[in-house]
């Protein structure tokens, strides 16, 4: 089942800089998206999400955008900062009788050199 | 305070016996969810739990897995007979609508 897809299974940045996390969905159906920070020994924690209506929604240093002709969307992280170092997951829902159900990509480990 | 705690954080069983995972949510949430993460793999979804009874289920929640809500307040996920592939992280999740929040989970190892 790969109806969320992070083909990048790691990343590396200087501080400072830009970070771009990919997610690629196949899953017509899927009308919200989230990203998910993860810590070791820990859970997700919710970062942003985005609505399949909208193709940008922002807060503070992150931004994700969808792209649903693609079927895709990014998480832009500007500026990168060490503390940002995590796995972030990408996540879908579909509404309906799936109603907050949750499908997760493989994730992207993020390193942030200082 | 977390508003999901899970218990025990780390859980060593042998194979075959019956292990039960408790989640405790701090506020009152209506939706519940259990996911698990295999060493390596993506955060698969378990069950869902609305109104006390189950709303979606994966197939990977066969009849070896239960949940309940005893008490009003805990939420368990109990693992009937376990095998070796149920080593994993276990996630359990409140949430409204797509937005979860996690505990921090309980790490199964199955020997």
């Known amino acids: 089942d790969q109806q969320v897809k992070q083909n990048s299974p790691s990343l590396s940045v200087q501080e400072g800089r830009i970070s771009i996390l990919n997610c690629d969905y196949t899953n017509s159906m899927f009308d919200y998206f989230l990203w998910y920070k993860k810590y070791p020994a820990e859970g997700p924690t919710f970062l942003i999400s985005i609505s399949s209506i909208k193709d940008k929604n922002e807060d503070g240093r992150f931004t994700v955008f969808l792209n649903k002709s693609a079927k895709h969307l990014s998480l832009h992280i500007v500026p990168s900062q060490p503390g940002d170092s995590a796995v972030y997951f990408c996540?879908?829902?579909?509404?309906?009788?799936?109603?907050?159900?949750?499908?997760f990509g493989q994730g992207t480990i993020l390193t942030v050199h200082p | 305070e977390p508003e999901v705690t899970q218990t025990p954080s780390h859980q060593v069983t042998q194979m075959g016996q019956e292990v039960i995972l408790r989640c405790v949510p701090i506020?009152?949430?209506?939706?519940f969810y259990w996911y698990r993460q295999i060493l390596g793999q993506k955060v698969e979804f378990l069950v869902s739990?609305?109104?006390?009874?189950?709303?979606?289920k994966s197939e990977i929640f066969d009849d070896q897995f239960s949940v309940e809500r005893p008490d009003g307040s805990n939420f368990t996920l109990k693992i009937r007979s376990t095998k070796l592939e149920d080593s994993a992280m276990y996630f359990c999740?409140?949430?409204?609508?797509?937005?979860?929040?996690f505990g921090s989970g309980t790490r199964l190892t199955v020997v």
């Open positions: 506020s009152n949430h209506l939706y």
């Open positions: 996540a879908a829902s579909a509404g309906g009788t799936s109603y907050g159900k949750l499908t």
């Open positions: 999740a409140v949430g409204q609508g797509s937005f979860h929040t």
């Open positions: 739990f609305y109104n006390n009874e189950i709303s979606e």
